[in-house]
């Protein structure tokens, strides 16, 4: 069999991988059943289901009369930019605050992109920090440092 579409097919293996990783993790834990569920049962289950819809977009990749895309060269830099974005991000939260650490997260991972532009990063920036702000402080109640320690 030919692939005839790479990104469906890798898509589709990333998806099985993770998918069953999340499955078999979760049969750690205790399943219960549908009518009293466990903790264990829907992460089980979500797994396996995107196990499954992996498959499909694998296997669909394979049949013939699909669009032939290859699989482009993966780009060092921009890997590392979002990699260490999410690190900055980490390592500022306790110290920096929400506010001033998604405005990092935000603007170092813009630099992976080739379209990059500070006037669009600040943009994302802000929608993300109101964003993150109403989720998790406002909406979830979770409790972080939102302005930086040291203020």
């Not at 990104?7 to 293996?13: N, S």
């Not at 219960?32 to 669909?60: C, D, E, H, N, Q």
């Not at 890997?79 to 260490?84: D, E, F, N, P, R």
């Not at 994302?124 to 939102?146: C, D, E, R």
């Amino acid at each position: 069999m030919k692939i005839c579409n790479q990104k469906d097919f890798i898509a589709g293996l990333m998806y099985i991988v993770i998918g069953s990783f999340f499955a078999i993790l979760a049969r750690g834990y205790q399943m219960g059943t549908a009518a009293k569920m466990g903790s264990g049962y829907f992460p089980f289950w979500l797994g396996v289901l995107l196990a499954i819809i992996g498959a499909y977009v694998a296997l669909r990749s394979l049949a013939p009369g699909q669009i032939e895309e290859k699989l482009p060269k993966i780009s060092i830099p921009s890997v590392l930019w979002v990699t260490g974005s999410v690190l900055v991000f980490a390592i500022s939260l306790p110290i920096l605050g929400l506010v001033a650490s998604v405005f990092l997260l935000v603007v170092v991972s813009a630099m992976a992109s080739h379209e990059f532009s500070w006037k669009g990063a600040v943009l994302n920036a802000v929608f993300l920090i109101g964003f993150t702000y109403a989720a998790f402080v406002w909406g979830l109640k979770l409790q972080f440092p939102v302005w930086p320690t040291f203020i």
